[in-house]
């Protein structure tokens, strides 16, 4: 099984921006947990972030035919990405939404996510374990090759 961990704008900050919203673990922390979660479940796991949309969505695209699922936390291109959408209804690509913090509690506008609407799934405030949490749910729901 292969896994696309895809992160959006901002997320290479973690640790500086806002450590009480996202934490104090970095963007290196991350992917190290990330990596270590992968070997453990045996499964393959490519890790991107991209502060551009149009970067995502290439990766997106480019993942067809390649990869076995997504996990994505757009950032806050959640709330502003319909091209995100599209992507990922495009490729047909199992998706899981991750969201550090708790969105659902936080600003107004951070109540609307598009990209909700391709995902099998949806994890918000549980932290950088949320990413685990995902490749667990798609190594569990995914058949294997």
């Given at each position: ?11 290479n900050m ?22 270590e ?10 890790l991107?972030?991209s502060n ?6 290439d ?9 076995d699922?997504i996990?994505?936390n757009?950032?806050a291109?959640t ?8 992507a990922?209804?495009?490729?047909s ?9 708790r969105v659902?509690?936080?600003?107004a506008f ?5 990209i ?9 405030g549980?932290g950088i374990?949320g990413?685990?949490?995902a ?7 995914l058949?294997?090759?």
């Open positions: 099984m292969r896994i696309l961990v895809l992160n959006g704008p901002n997320i973690l640790g500086i921006r806002e450590p009480d919203v996202y934490g104090a673990q970095t963007y290196e922390t991350l992917c190290q947990r990330v990596l979660h992968a070997a453990a479940l045996g499964v393959e796991v490519e991107y972030q551009h949309e149009g970067d995502l969505v990766r997106i695209q480019a993942a067809y035919g390649q990869i699922g996990v994505i757009p950032g291109y709330h502003t990405s319909i091209a995100l959408l599209d990922v209804k495009a490729v690509i199992p998706a899981v939404e991750v969201h550090i913090s659902e509690e936080r600003e951070r109540q609307v996510s598009y909700r609407a391709a995902c099998v799934k949806t994890i918000t549980h374990d990413y685990l949490e490749m667990d749910y798609l190594q569990e729901a058949p294997c090759d």
